[in-house]
């Protein structure tokens, strides 16, 4: 009978084998980070690409509803007086307190130079917090105007939360009559306003040139007022202001993404032009804000993802 003799793997061929296991494990293992790492970028893009989406679809229905009468209602519809002041108004490279009046008292410390836009408008239903079918940036409800100081306001502006995250925030008057504040976005590196001017006599209710607040403010100065004393004179400033003659506004956002969220790919560009090289050049030393260098924000920021949101949304309404 013959035996048959079994014969192991030599130790040479033990080394082999492992070496070319350890080879696969590891490019399995580079593939799937890799695959990890682009899953996580894209994930992180999206979220930045909602949160733009989210804040500019909230500031348009915003300035839509500006200055809207609600002319199906049983009552009179509040007629908006020549002599009322404008329902939009704006200012530049400041931010405001959640709790102050309106825009009255601004903060000069600013994010980034970024801007204020405030918007007025009329309700609808007889009780403080309206029916349910006019809503301020926050989501209540805003009554009946019966006054033009009674309209409601939607005001958005950039602040820092108590972590120093700076945050888009939607401002707004309670049915109580008291003032606050909440967040619509976080990680908002710029927010920046632009008005379109109609300066056709009679106005046509198309705009012919984009200015900043600023510049509204001071064509406004310019104006010699008519008036026997202060009140007057402010009756004949509302009538005359520049601002019932903007008949859009173009808004631009800067976001980036949230802590551990680091661009797999390239960092991306070394400066943000938000409403375009051209204008950049021409107005970024006086219009702080529109042009951002990746270089000059914070160094825990500067290898994040970065997203440039822009938008031009026309005024349903013609100036009052």
Known sequence: MKTLHQRGISLVELLVALGLGAMLILAASAMLLAASSSYADQAANARLSDNGRYALDTIARA?????????????????HSPYDSANIAGLDARSLAKNSDGISLPLTVAVNGSDVLALR???AGKDAGGDGSVLNCAGFGVGAAHTQAQRGWSIFYVARDDSGEAELRCKYRSAGGG???DAIIRGVDSFQVLYGLDTDSPPDGVPNQY???SELAARDAALVLVGVDAAAQQRDLNQRTHWKRVASVRVALLLHG?????????PGPAQFDLFGAAYADAYGASDHGVRIVRATLPLVQQGRNYHLVQLTIMLRNMPA
Request: glycine share 8%; charged share 10%.
């Open 179 to 181: 003032w606050g504040a």
């Open 63 to 79: 300035v839509h509803q500006t200055a809207y009468v609600n002319w199906d209602a049983s009552a009179a519809a509040l007629i």
């Open 121 to 123: 408008y009329d309700g």
């Open 211 to 213: 200015v900043n607040a």
């Open 258 to 266: 949230e802590a551990g969220t680091i661009s797999a790919a390239q």
